[in-house]
């Protein structure tokens, strides 16, 4: 299995609090990748990373921020959460080559917005 | 703009028997990647399957095979002979191009598989 993990697992918070998830890797993975999952919706990308300090939007970014200052770890943000960010969301990793970029997910944070 | 398409919401099959899952996508790119994730009650995601879009044989990996049917945009997943722990959700999903900023994937809404004994 890929060294992936993602903390917390899981989180009860409030509307309008910061909140911090993070994501950290021990493959020396060049890219990195935030997801949420939602019923319905099956996984969309939140923000994705192709190196430290490299980040770009994905389909779904709006009111998130993420940073990634080493190799290892990405840290997805939500500055404000709202009820509308109650989700699972997954961390994933891939590298060039092999079987051409194939992701693996970390094992996802359930995070609730009251 | 791309699409992965999964119409079977849900979806049950015998124990021993082959089950199919489709899956169709809609791309303008030549080139592309499809994948097939599996996700147990547990809630892990794992990868299953890999087709490229370049690639002359259908992807096969133990159980599973991919059907891919370039003109016809499908990528359906073939489980043969299944098992009790294939009960699960499906997800179709893919790549679009090859450029240095990895593979972002999108997904499709998935198909949850139950088998029954």
């Known amino acids: 299995d890929a060294g992936i993990t993602q903390s917390p697992r899981h989180k009860v918070t409030e509307t309008g609090t910061p909140v911090t998830l993070r994501c950290h890797q021990t493959e020396n993975h060049r890219y990195m990748y935030w997801y949420r999952q939602d019923p319905g919706h099956g996984l969309r990308l939140i923000h994705y990373s192709y190196g430290v300090k490299d980040t770009d939007k994905g389909e779904v970014s709006d009111g998130y921020s993420v940073s990634r200052s080493k190799t290892e770890d990405f840290l997805l943000t939500l500055e404000s959460a709202t009820s509308s960010q109650t989700s699972v969301y997954f961390c994933a990793i891939s590298e060039s080559g092999g079987r051409s970029y194939e992701q693996y997910f970390g094992p996802g944070t359930r995070l609730t917005v009251t | 703009a791309q699409k992965i398409t999964q119409t079977q919401p849900g979806m049950f099959v015998q124990e021993k028997e082959a089950v199919t899952l489709d899956c169709t996508y809609d791309?303008?790119?030549?080139?592309?990647?499809l994948f097939w994730y599996k996700q147990p009650s547990s809630g892990e995601m794992i990868f299953l399957i890999y087709q490229g879009s370049y690639d002359q044989q259908n992807a096969t990996e133990g159980r599973y095979s991919l059907n891919f049917q370039k003109a016809r945009k499908s990528a359906n997943l073939v489980i043969s002979a299944s098992q009790l722990g294939d009960s699960a959700m499906y997800f179709c999903a893919m790549r679009e191009g090859l450029d240095n900023q990895g593979g972002k994937l999108i997904f499709g809404q998935g198909t949850e598989l139950s088998v029954k004994p």
């Open positions: 791309t303008s790119d030549p080139s592309y990647g």
